[in-house]
């Protein structure tokens, strides 16, 4: 007797600045995915954020296929007899047995979706509503650095309209070259190093558009150390991975827009360093409650053997470049059985509920 295949609904697009990273990991997936396991629904999201029928996300991956450069591509607002409105949404997803959310950024990390599919019953890979918001908000997730104890960089949080107000305060605690960053974001969006409080000033208009919060943080320079996981309860690790970045910062540019970064698999540090690293992902995931799967970012100085936590990806990206699928690959897990083991952890954790 030939197996039921699980009916897995892949969700992509959305109303994010990473509209094209989660179009390109979506695409990665459905490639990759093992077809003979799992029948695949693919439902795009446009970035007005309508939600395509199957058959018109058939044919957007078919236009999208032949371009050179998805990230050129964005799932625009299409005629209403193409979109679903949510009974329809309610009924077709019903219909599966897992949906794999994979936008990154707002309206994909920060608990909106996670809320949306808890809302209509539907069980989904990732972390719950709550969490995601937990890690997407980097005020929220610093406080909870501060309470396991887990060293990270000084920073200091305001909102965008009344930092000004602060200026003295700012230059007596931070040193130039600092970071400024929105609270809310993913893939170094809107993230500007700047030399001087005038720079401050400018960097913060742009983020405007990003967060009414803002995030001052002190300049750490040191390896740039990614740790990714997977599980629930009983954690897997594979080895570290490391940036090295020639170009500044490791932003979104040097992540997808040019070769300036090098992923470097396993990171280049000690044993020790490593150790330390992985026992601060383990407690720093199993105190927030993560699920399934993330990518937790530290920085690390060898001349005093110095690390600190940066942020927390619930959904880490799933390009060909992106980091998560490459350190597993190391470890001997290609990414079609990454995938399955990801998709199979999500249903187990589930059923167990």
């Known amino acids: 007797m030939n197996k039921m ?30 077809k003979d396991e799992f029948e695949i629904f693919p439902y795009a999201i446009s970035n007005q954020n309508e939600w395509l029928t199957l058959n018109e996300t ?51 990390e920060d608990g909106r979706i996670q809320k949306y599919l808890e809302n209509i019953n539907v069980q989904y890979l990732g972390s719950n509503s709550e969490v995601s918001l937990k890690c997407y908000d980097k005020k929220i997730t610093k406080n909870i650095f501060k309470k396991l104890n887990i060293p990270q960089a000084n920073y200091a949080t305001y909102n965008i309209d009344k930092f000004i107000d602060y200026k003295a305060e700012i230059i007596e605690k931070f040193r130039f070259p600092c970071f400024i960053k929105p609270a809310k974001g993913g893939s170094s969006i809107g993230v500007r190093k700047v030399m ?10 742009e983020i405007k558009e990003l967060d009414e919060t803002i995030i001052i943080e002190e300049e750490i320079i040191g390896q740039e ?24 910062f490791y932003n979104f540019e040097n992540k997808y827009l040019n070769n300036s970064a090098r992923l470097i698999i396993p ?5 020790s360093a490593s150790k330390r690293i992985f026992n601060y992902a383990k407690k720093v995931y199993l105190d927030i409650g993560i699920n399934d799967l993330a990518r937790i970012d530290f920085f690390y100085i060898k001349k005093n053997e110095m690390i600190y936590i940066n942020e927390i990806n619930t959904m880490p990206g799933f390009t060909k ?20 083991r990801l998709i199979n952890g999500a249903i187990a954790k589930g059923n167990a509920k």
């Open 225 to 248: 150390i990614e740790c990714a996981v997977i599980g629930n309860g009983e954690l897997k690790f594979p080895p570290l991975g490391e940036i090295r970045n020639n170009n500044g």
């Open 196 to 205: 001087n409080f005038e720079e401050m000033i400018s960097a913060s208009n």
């Open 321 to 340: 470049k992106s980091l998560f699928p490459l350190v597993w690959e190391n470890e001997g897990v290609a990414f079609q059985e990454l995938i399955t």
């Open 5 to 34: 295949k699980l009916k897995i609904g892949i969700l992509f697009g959305g109303q994010s600045h990473e509209h094209s990273i989660s179009i390109i990991s979506a695409l990665n997936i459905l490639q990759s995915i093992n």
């Open 267 to 271: 990171a280049q540090i000690s044993e």
């Open 58 to 108: 058939k044919k957007a991956i078919q236009t999208i296929q032949k371009i050179d450069n998805p990230l050129n591509f964005t799932i625009s607002s299409i005629k209403p007899d193409r979109i679903m409105d949510s009974s329809e949404i309610q009924t077709r997803f019903s219909e599966l047995d897992l949906v794999f959310p994979c936008i990154h950024g707002a309206f994909g």
